[in-house]
């Protein structure tokens, strides 16, 4: 009877002591479980490539508890690419806390090369509105050049500091948006080409105001004026129509820039951020 006994309250005291670990082990896998925060269906990065992405990822991801996430497919559903990215971020249980912290960026090659970038949490204070036409800004480039290694490390490094001066109290707004490297580039090239211009303008003037010093003869308003008296007769005057050319362009739609953004919920009603479009 008393071997009995003691048999019933060691496993009381199991049940018991399985019961509190239950909430620990659910915040610790919360944290602390692996996740496939890089996830390529089409296979557009070599085997090394993907493996330093992950790790980039993770380690960001950890360090800032918040989620960054790439993935690659091949089709998405174009009529509402944000609420396919959202609810494919919900399901694969990507995010930090209660708030699901995260951001993920989702591209798809077929049928019409689309990309959408969501974030829900922390995330929808971190990436403004503005933020996220600048994030867009620095990988979107990579993208339409099919350079998708670097297009998704520039896309990570951002989200990294994003966060950082989110953090810090200076997330990036309309107010603090810098230029990026590509606008950087052609700031100078715009710069070299007015240097230039102004260069030749001042160069003409100098040269105008020397050539009409060598001048010794005036000018005559009027073509007669160079024409001496009874030295021309006109006997004959018509008008000729030779002919008429015509070119017509059609006017260029660009599609290949961000399109859809702003607020919206997932299919669960979870709020999100985020933007869309074409590469």
């Known amino acids: 009877m008393k071997k009995a006994m003691k048999i019933i309250i060691i496993l009381t005291l199991t049940a018991i002591l399985i019961t509190l670990a239950l909430p620990f082990t659910a915040f610790a896998n919360d944290w602390t479980r692996p996740r496939e925060r890089f996830i390529d269906e089409v296979g557009v990065l070599t085997d090394a490539q993907a493996t330093e992405l992950s790790a980039m990822l993770d380690e960001i991801s950890i360090r800032q508890n918040f989620d960054a996430v790439v993935v690659v497919t091949n089709t998405m559903d174009t009529n509402n690419p944000r609420r ?80 950082t001066r989110a953090r810090a109290g200076d997330r990036y707004d309309t107010r603090n948006i810098p230029l990026t490297p590509a606008q950087r580039t052609e700031a100078r090239i715009w710069a070299a080409v007015i240097s230039v211009g102004l260069a030749a303008i001042i160069a003409g003037a100098v040269v105008g105001g020397w050539t009409r010093q060598l001048k010794s003869v005036k000018s005559r308003d009027f073509a007669c004026d160079y024409v001496r008296k009874g030295s021309f007769a006109l006997n004959l005057q018509r008008d000729i129509f030779l002919y008429r050319n015509i070119r017509r362009i059609p006017r260029q739609q660009n599609n290949s820039g961000g399109g859809r953004g702003g607020g919206f919920s997932s299919s669960s009603g979870r709020s999100f951020s985020g933007r869309s479009g074409r590469f």
Do not use: C, K, W
Request: a negative charge; glycine letters at 8%.
């Open 84 to 163: 396919y990215a959202a609810d494919f971020y919900e399901q694969h249980g990507f995010g930090f806390g209660q708030d699901l912290d995260g951001i993920l960026l989702m591209i798809a090659l077929q049928p019409e090369r689309n990309f959408a970038v969501v974030t829900t949490g922390y995330g929808q204070y971190a990436f403004t509105s503005a933020g996220l036409i600048f994030l867009e800004d620095l990988f979107l480039p990579y993208l339409r050049n099919d350079r998708f290694f670097e297009a998704f490390t520039a896309y990570a490094n951002a989200v990294d500091d994003f966060i």
